[in-house]
């Protein structure tokens, strides 16, 4: 019983390590795919075909049900996914429908029409390639009305994060954050739209100041999952061993995740 994670690089392990924390039975397989990585500056069809052969790596391992913790992969490729590549034995999720619930208020799996919400202004930063998909934005609007989403691309966070370069990451965050304000100056919350960002969540926090609301995804994807698999128990699938595997050098992207996360991981490769 595995259930796959996936991401462009380093960025889901923070999906991973909630999940694992929520449900520790939980076999799971994390797939890297630090030789490509980033994923936000490439175009949609990249990400497709890059997205699909991770996919069906996963699915070797006994991963019937995959996540996509990777914003950009979900924005860019998971509608495409679902209609055209994914069988019905399968599922793959993204990252985005959970995050849009808890800024909504809503419980997990409410199909209700789109309602007035108490938040109206959102900040939303993403990677390029996530902004200009507008995903986050047609989701947002199935489940809400009158919220305006002011979105920022921030390029070169991912690159200096995977870098372990702090110091660059919180200069870009800081630059990226004044760049949102001056279009909307008192946003009421703020998204990070990709995984990798929860590692520098308190630079976003005080960039922004500390009156707005932020909202990440690790937990909010791992009790979504837990509320998913109680529901639908035959995507769990049948692989039974835990494994990290990656597109590039195992040694580095090991020392980096073990960095990232502050608990030995090792990978090995895919």
């Known amino acids: 019983m595995a259930v796959g994670?996936?991401?462009?690089?380093?960025?889901?392990?923070?999906?991973?390590?909630?999940?694992?924390?929520?449900?520790?039975?939980?076999?799971?397989?994390?797939?890297?795919?630090?030789?490509?990585?980033?994923?936000?500056?490439?175009?949609?069809?990249?990400?497709?075909?890059?997205?699909c052969a991770a996919t069906e790596r996963l699915w070797t391992e006994g991963c019937d049900l995959v996540i996509l913790a990777c914003n950009t992969a979900s924005a860019a490729a998971l509608r495409r996914m679902q209609e055209k590549f994914v069988p019905e034995n399968k599922r793959v999720l993204g990252v985005f429908v959970p995050l849009i619930e808890a800024l909504t208020e809503r419980q997990w799996g409410d199909n209700s029409p789109p309602r007035e919400v108490a938040v109206k202004h959102v900040a939303l930063f993403a990677t390029p390639a996530t902004v200009a998909s507008r995903a986050f934005q047609r989701e947002l609007a199935f489940r809400a009305i009158g919220v305006d989403v002011e979105a920022q691309p921030c390029g070169g966070v991912v690159d200096a994060i995977e870098d372990g370069d702090?110091?660059?990451?919180?200069?870009?965050?800081?630059?990226?954050v004044e760049a949102l304000k001056r279009r909307m100056p008192h946003p009421e919350a703020a998204i990070l739209g990709c995984t990798h960002y929860p590692f520098m969540q308190d630079s976003f926090q005080k960039a922004l100041g500390p009156d707005v609301t932020l909202f990440s995804q690790a937990s909010l994807v791992a009790e979504s999952l837990a509320d998913y698999l109680e529901r639908r128990p035959e995507f769990i699938g049948s692989g039974t061993e835990s494994k990290c595997l990656t597109t590039g050098t195992p040694a580095r992207v090991s020392s980096k995740a073990t960095q990232f996360l502050r608990m030995p991981i090792s990978f090995d490769s895919a």
Do not use: M, Q, W
């Open 166 to 176: 702090e110091i660059l990451a919180e200069a870009l965050i800081s630059s990226h």
């Open 5 to 51: 994670i996936f991401d462009s690089g380093l960025g889901g392990l923070t999906v991973y390590k909630a999940i694992r924390d929520r449900l520790p039975d939980l076999p799971l397989v994390y797939f890297g795919d630090n030789a490509h990585a980033p994923y936000g500056v490439r175009t949609a069809d990249d990400i497709y075909d890059l997205t």
